[in-house]
């Protein structure tokens, strides 16, 4: 009788998988190779910037990474020459990528499941993959492109030797990458503006041009914002395709923020002030993103 009491008064063994604990333990992973690979990076990145190493021992500099970053000329041709790409490459991009979403959208194409693979394709396509195809393309002596100008009677051109068309040759390259993925943003904001409003247009007397001003445009404001700024953001972390088209060059002229960054991280190992860059980076991107929000945006968000 005792043993039977005593035994009902042990107490019941605690689970440690309960309904309310078990999603946590399946998160738990996630979360640790976020932190571990992400938020912990983050942090030792921004302890970097305000620091600089000799001879393997790190030490307190307060803001002079920063300092030496606001007097550093290079640092501005990268900055002036990633603002160059920007301001001409996305809006090209962008116009490029609504026409072919409303060419893609017409009823009257055939084939348009083909011609949506086709022109997305270049987006999945490997980004040092497609980088050494352009540069094969644009070599100055063998390349396809200048093999084609000289059928026509055009000199050949120095695509990524001279400053000006190694720019030229870098905001090719990149709008041919990247404008089918915007299509298929600006296809699906296409295909959620209802008929309705065409058809009362129709009524109206509105032609197909007038439509697309007056309607189509205007429906897609939001995917115009959301791809600007995507683009924007893109476009200002730009590395593969300087990296290997030009290696920054000819001169600087196609040295980017990334590239300096990169640059001054692992060739020159000086990663105290490669922190600095990435973190004024982080910053002008938060400017322009907030920046595009606040007057592309409705005001009365």
Known sequence: MNQSTAESKKKPKRKFI??????????????????IFTVYPVIQSLILSFQTSSGGVSTFAGLDNYRRLFNDPLFYRALGNTF????????????IAVLLAVLMNSALLKMRAFFRIAFFMPAITALVAYA????IMLDENYG????????VGIDPIA????????????IVAVTWRWTGYNMVIFLAGLQNISNDL??????DGAGKIRQFFSITLPQLKPIFLFTFVLST???????????????????????????????????YFDFNYASAIAYILVIIIALLSWFQMKVVGDKDD
């Open 84 to 95: 160059t790409i920007l301001i001409i490459q996305v809006p090209i991009m962008l116009t």
């Open 18 to 35: 309960t309904p309310k604990t078990a999603p946590y333990l399946f998160i738990a992973p996630a979360v640790i190779l976020f932190i």
């Open 198 to 203: 065409y058809e009362a247009a129709s009524i």
């Open 132 to 135: 050494i195809v352009f540069m």
């Open 144 to 151: 396809l492109v200048n093999y084609a100008l000289s059928l």
């Open 159 to 170: 695509w990524l030797n001279d400053p000006f068309w190694a720019k030229v040759s870098l």
């Open 233 to 267: 953001i893109g476009t200002l972390q730009l590395f593969d395709e300087p990296f290997i088209l030009t290696g920054g060059g000819p001169n600087n002229s196609t040295l980017t923020i990334s590239l300096y960054l990169y640059i001054n991280g692992f060739r």
